[in-house]
RNA sequence: GCUUCUUGGGCAAUU
């Protein structure tokens, strides 16, 4: 069954979904293999990869109590992606319940609630589910802090980001840093505290970052609008591609 | 032990 599980991956990786369903439903009977939930679970992420959301759901329901995590983690983020929130929230409270099928939300699960909340402008309920999850004792990984901190910029919650910024520093998991040092450069340069933003680009040379030109050339303007050319200046020559001379 | 689930811009990666 292990090769025909990576059969069915490969069609993923190919994009190749109908495949992928085809194979699943003719082959066990053409093999004589035993679908197991690994297969259910590639088949089902295949069906919301092709947009078939609610083929998968009904799948879902067919299993019964066998769903696991990566059911329920492949069928959340399908959810709050397609903009089902609402109902991505019925799925995990149904996860969550006290019940012989209960199944404990891990990080991965954590981690795309916490994506869902902050892009749907609930930066609150993205705190509080983080604190609930550290409560659990899971802990926060590079994941978790990504999704916070480029969360709660885009949202202009740029405390609670710093917050969370800070605590990053003191952990040794290296988070996605472009993405991290961009949203927050990118949402201090928009709220006028170009101090602020200078000083993350300076923390981001300091971990041998390269940063977007477009994006450091605003911080270059707003140093210069302030007249402190001499940022400005290091700045510049900090961030040249063929710098370090 | 090995196959399934979440973020990611560039560069590079010895045939």
Redesign the pocket.
């Known amino acids: 069954?292990?090769s025909f599980?990576?059969l069915l991956?490969a069609g993923?990786d190919a994009e190749k979904f109908e495949r992928v369903i085809e194979a699943f439903e003719e082959l066990p009977a053409a093999i004589s293999v035993q679908p197991?939930?690994?297969s259910h679970?590639?088949v089902i992420?295949a069906l919301c990869k092709m947009g078939s959301l609610d083929e998968a759901l009904s799948k879902f329901r067919e299993l019964g109590n066998e769903p696991?995590?990566?059911?329920f983690?492949?069928l959340l983020?399908a959810l709050y992606k397609s903009g089902r929130f609402s109902e991505g929230e019925t799925l995990w409270a149904e996860m969550d319940v006290e019940s012989e099928s209960r199944v404990d939300p891990?990080v991965?699960?954590y981690?795309?609630r916490l994506?869902a909340m902050v892009a749907e402008n609930k930066s609150d309920d993205a705190i509080r589910a983080a604190a609930e999850m550290l409560g659990k004792g899971l802990k926060a990984d590079?994941?978790t802090y990504?999704?916070l901190i480029?969360g709660l910029c885009v949202n202009g919650n740029l405390d609670e980001a710093l917050k969370y910024y800070e605590d990053l520093q003191r952990k040794k998991c290296r988070?996605?840093?472009?993405?991290t040092y961009s949203a927050l450069i990118q949402a201090f340069v928009e709220a006028g505290d170009i101090d602020r933003a200078f000083k993350l680009c300076m923390d981001a040379v300091k971990r041998r970052?390269?940063?977007?030109e477009a994006l450091c050339d605003r911080v270059v303007d707003g140093l210069n609008d302030k007249g402190k050319t001499k940022e400005a200046s290091t700045l510049k020559i900090m961030m040249r591609p063929e710098g370090y001379n």
């Open positions: 069954a292990f599980n990576a991956q993923i197991d939930m690994i679970n590639t992420h696991d995590i990566v059911t983690n492949t983020n891990n991965r699960s981690n795309i994506r590079a994941y990504n999704a480029c988070p996605h840093l472009f993405s970052l390269s940063l977007d």
